[in-house]
Every structure is written in structure tokens, then in C-alpha cells.
């Protein structure tokens, strides 16, 4: 059966030739699997042949592959250890699962006695996601082999990623996947670490599904449907191909056949169905300002215009009425990705709302598909699903398009992924209203200060905590209710509104931990998960949303869009960025990318002023250098209330990072002036003083007016005005107070 299947694939290579299709010179690697689902067992069996071609500059005689799942087949295994058996949310002995080997040949050749568990970063005995097999003969390079192998599956219960829940069916990593050659380094096929994704080569995937017929057309998966469903019995079988027929014989506007690096699918009979098309003109024509500025970037010969691209919407039914904003944040991320970093190059795309209780597989990545998250509950104001769907259609560009290593170098994509989202999100749909939710019910607004704590002494006084002594029990006469919660605060009267701009949201985030790892750093490498979160994500986000005050914003757009373009269908690393960054601005920046990047440096700049009326003169002066000194005449009072505003700013810089920082002085008379602290000034001193002589006042000095170094670690500090403000802290002490008398007001009456 395997030997027809290598016929079949033969039918599904790109038509103009392998060497069309690899133009960029990396590796290929075509899937042509089958594959059936028990559905009593929640099992999979599949077969499949691998076609490899060696585009490497050196020889093979090993064929390395990744058994993901085999992660969550006990708790020993690398991932389960480095996540401390917490699989977001979802209990890790609530159903295991496991991948294996039955077969695998080439031509008569068997391969699955030279079979062998590798575990190239730990040594973990007990892990089992990586094996290796030796070939019969050195694969040369520019040669190719076809790998036939069959393997069996038990689907775990949903986890990260992957898995099931009820009839709900998401299933990524889930057949033996080829690790990627490197030539002289060898093959890169590192084990499945918990702050790890994946990391494979591009080509073409033709995969057909064999389903109980319950879930006939209610299938997504990478790439589309090729021919209708074959119904027979109780069963259904489905088609995909991965890119489309239709996409396999257009070029990309880099002159490139679209390729894929990965397959996913999902199932469920519940999904309700939605295909609606993006198109390019609508989208061009609402934010015409932007199409405008960055074409002006490019230059009037850069052809901006992105391909329509049918959008499919796989939802529950308790979430059916917010289907069509699933379908517009697609569209936000397939027009301002497409617009800024070059089009995406397949005609179709699908979303997939996870099943309740199936959260865990939520906000997850793969070609041509992705996972979104929402709640039954969300308004348009909360961003949700709209942050996570812009996210995550996001990633069809970064990793999807510009596959780097997720293993070694996430931020790569994830951090690149969190700017672009938050400069999308904010462009389509403004600022995200902040929420507070009890029993998971949302109320819009937020509490103007914390409130009692339910632990310690706070808590014995609410009696929601009393500590037995001389045990570690405690009791418990006031539990915690969302409805009483919501009774307690009345957020209608009490809460204010708190609006987050995306950007600053980054920055937030980054603040939590900004210095302790590198974010040029392994994603398992790092000194917690919380480290690998904030430099994969936030951190990097915030270096190349600062990286535009240091170059400005045409310039780092032509580095974004050149990194984009020139390694498309390519696997870059952090050099690669560094590198082809600044060849597509203009600019060498690689001190900038070294600092950021590669080392642990913050931040905070400040500023201070003293000023005054110039003081009269007193004493006796010298005229001449042989003349007497004679006394000066006493300055009159109004002459006094002329003399010259003097004023002394002091500019101190805290920290290792030296960047340049831009300083805006405000006069009484409305007008500004500015000058620029320099990188080179400040590697020289930590501090800096502008002297100021002249007949304006001073009524301020900002640094960083345009507030494009997201990176200061401490903004309060980076203005001075000559009058405060006294309203503000009036309206909020108001606000605090009103909040505390309505919860003293509950705790002495009600909750007493």
C-alpha cells in the first residue's frame, strides 16, 4: 500500500519541478499520509511516506525524527518534568498519550531495527520524542529519498496543543515528523521541551482522514479540502492538501511556490461553519492614511496589494454571534501583516473556536490554521477574541512564513508576532476596555484601588480565613463567591473605566521581569518559564517598538520588510535578523541588537530642573583689569520682575543601556525647543546638565516626547513641569474613598 502511496505523491509535487520549489536552497521535505481514528479509543493509526530531499552541502547516513507526543506519555518525559507536570490547567494523568513506530522502510530496506531514542539536550532516559534510524547508504547532497513508515497514536486527553475533549478533536504533532538537516551541525531535532514549539523543513502535505461519518464536513485542517468527502458506512474519508492545487502553480510576490512546514487538523460534530472572503480594496480603503504612508516608505514601484483570501470560521454553537469578529481580526492581521512584512500567499485560512473545557488547545499556531480563545460573555470593547485571533492569524507570517528554529530562537517569531499584533490591534480596533469578572461574568471597568485581602490579618477580620492553631489547617466561614463579590463591590457605582493601549500593554508586561535572561537565549535555557515569557514576547516587542526611535519608522519598516522578503520559506536565525535588518534599513544598528538582545541592560532616564529669576547683582566689580572696584547701582523692582529666567536640567541616566533620547523644553510663551542626548554622550557620563539663560520660562522639559522608548523602566520621572497638577489626586482620592465606603459600608451591614 506504501509503494502506491509514493506514486500518489509523485502526482502531488510541484508541477514545474523540485528545484522551483526549493529556489531558496533549504531542504524539502513532502508528507503523503493516511491515517484513521478509533473513536471508542480515542486512537490513531496512520501510514505515511516521507520524501526528503538533501539540499545540504554535506552527506547523511541518519534520518532524525520528533514523536511529539510521546511528552505527555508519563511524567518523566523532558516536557512533563520542565513544566512541573502543568499542562495548563488540564490534570496530566487525565488521559495520556504516546506515539509509535510499528514500520519504517526505504525501497526493501528496513530501517526500524537501527532504531534508536536520542535525547540531544538532556539525557533524559524516560523521554521518548526523539529517535533516529541509520540508512543503508550516505544520502548525497542534491539527492532524495522516500521513507515509508506506519505508526500508531493514543490522542491524549487536550493539553498544550493538542488533543481531545468529549467529541472535540485538535490534533497537531501527531504524526513522526522529519527534523531538519543542517549540514555540518547535523540534524536539529531537539527533544519536546515545555518553552519549546517546533522547528521542520517546507514542501507539500496530501493527507486524507479517515473519521466516523458524524464528522463529515465538520473537518479544518491546514491547506483545503482537494475532493468532495468519500462516504462509506459509518465512516467518511477527507482529502486535504496542503498548499491548495490552486497554489501550488502562483508565485508569491518573491518569486517563491508557497510551502507549508506543518499539518494540523481539528473535528467536531458541534462546529457551526463560516467562510466569508478578505478582500484587499475594502480593507485599503478604511485605512487608506497607513496604505499611503507606508507606500511612500517602499516607493511608488512597490506593488502593496495583498491576494483575496476566503476565511473559514469554525465556532460552538454557544459562541455562534461572534463568528463574524473572529472573522474580521483575521482579516486585521492577513491586511496589516500582508501591507508591512508582504502578503500572505494562500488562498484560504481557517479559525477555530475551541470546545468548552478544551481551552488548553486554545491560541495555538499552525499553517493555514490556528486556534483563537474567547468567552460566552465578551464585548467587542474586551479585544476577545480579537487580541488572540490578530495573534495568532499573525503567526502565519512569522514562523509560518519566515520559519525560524522555535527551540532555539522563539522570540523570533513570538516576540515579532506580539509588536506586530498590538500595532495591528490598535489600528483596527482601538484601545481594549479593561474588565473585572465575577462567576466569569465580565463587568467593564476596575476597581480604582485593591481591595481587602482575604489572607492574613485582613482576612481574620472578614472572616473569610481563621487559622487554626499549631496546624496548618484553617477555617473558612466566609468563602469567596463571584455573585456576593459583585453584591460587595457594586461595580455600577464604584469602578472606573481603564483603557489599555496593546502597546503599553507590551511594556507592562516586560516590566515584570526585565533583565534577568537574554532574549537571545534557548527556549528551554532560560532561568524560568516566566523569563522565557517575558523576553519571547513582551521584552523582544518592546526592543523593536524602541528600535523605531533609534532608526524611525521608515527605515525600520524597509529592515522589517527586507528580513521578511529575504528569507521567506527559509529558516533564519538571530545573526540572519541582525544582519538583514540593517542591510534593508540603511543603518548598522548591530550595537543596538547586541545590547538588546544579546545582553541583560535596562534603563531609566530622568530629569530635574531648578530655576529662577537671574539674581541681581551684588558687591563690588572691576571694570577695567588695573581699574578700581567700585559698587554696581542697585537694581529696581521692576527691572528685578525682567531679569533673565536661568535654570539648571539635570539629565541622569540610570542603568547600561545608552540610546539616544531626545529632550523637549516648553516655554510660558507656548513655544518648544529640543535637543538630543546622544549615545555617545552618555557612554561617557551617566548624567548630563543644560544650562538655560533667557527671557522665556520654563514650564516644562520632557524626555522622549513622542514616548517611543518603551524600554525606561520607570517613566514617572521623565518630565518636570513648573506647576503641579492638584486636580487629579483629588478626583482619584475621591474615587479610592467612595470605593472603601461602599465595601465598609457591605462588611459593617451585609457581609457582617
Known sequence: MLGSLACILARVCDPQG???????????????????????EKRLTGKATVHFENHAAVATRELWFHLYWNAFSNNRSTHLIESQGKLRGVAIDSGWGWQRITALRTGEHDLTPSLTFERPDDDNPDDRSVFKVILPDELAPGAAIDVELEWEAQIPRVRRRTGYKDDFLFVSHWFPKLGVFEGERGWNCHQFHASTEFFSDYGFYDVTLDLPARYEDKIGATGVVAEPPQRSGNRVRTRFLAPAAVDRTRLDATGELPRVHDFAWTADPRFASFTRTFHFDAWRERFDVEVAAVQSVFGADKNLRLRNVDVTVLIHPERERQWERHFEATCAALFFYGLWFGEYPFSHITVVDPAWGAGAAGGMEYPALFTGGTSLWSTPAMHEPEGVVVHECGHQFWQGLVGNNEFESGWLDEGFNSFADSEALVRA???????????????????????????????????QRLPLPFTELSFNPLRRSGFVDWWRDQPYFSFVEHWTDPRWHDRARYLGDPERDAIDTFGWKYIDQRSYTTNSYPRTAVALRSLIAVVGRDKFLLGMRHYAETWRFRHPGPQDFFDTFCIGAGVDVRWYFDELFRGTGTADWSVSVEQKRETAPKGVFQREPLGEFAALEPRADAEAEKAPWVATIALVRKGELCLPLEVELRFDDGSRERTRWSREEQQLSKWRELPYRGEKKLVGVVLDPERL????????????????????????????????????????????
Open 429 to 463: 480596533f482601538g484601545r481594549s476596555l479593561e474588565v473585572t469578572r465575577y462567576a466569569h461574568v465580565p463587568f467593564h471597568g476596575v476597581a480604582p484601588t485593591p481591595g481587602p485581602a482575604s489572607d492574613g490579618f485582613a482576612g481574620i477580620l472578614a472572616a
Open 18 to 40: 523540485p528545484a522551483a520549489a526549493t529556489a531558496s536552497g533549504e531542504n524539502r521535505v513532502d508528507y503523503l499520509i493516511e491515517a484513521r481514528l478509533d473513536e471508542l
Open 709 to 752: 522608548l518603551y524600554l525606561d523602566v520607570d517613566m514617572t520621572n521623565n518630565a518636570w513641569f513648573d506647576e503641579r497638577d492638584t486636580r487629579a489626586p483629588l478626583r482619584w482620592s475621591e474615587r479610592v474613598f467612595q470605593y472603601w465606603l461602599q465595601l465598609l459600608h457591605w462588611q459593617a451591614g451585609i457581609g457582617g
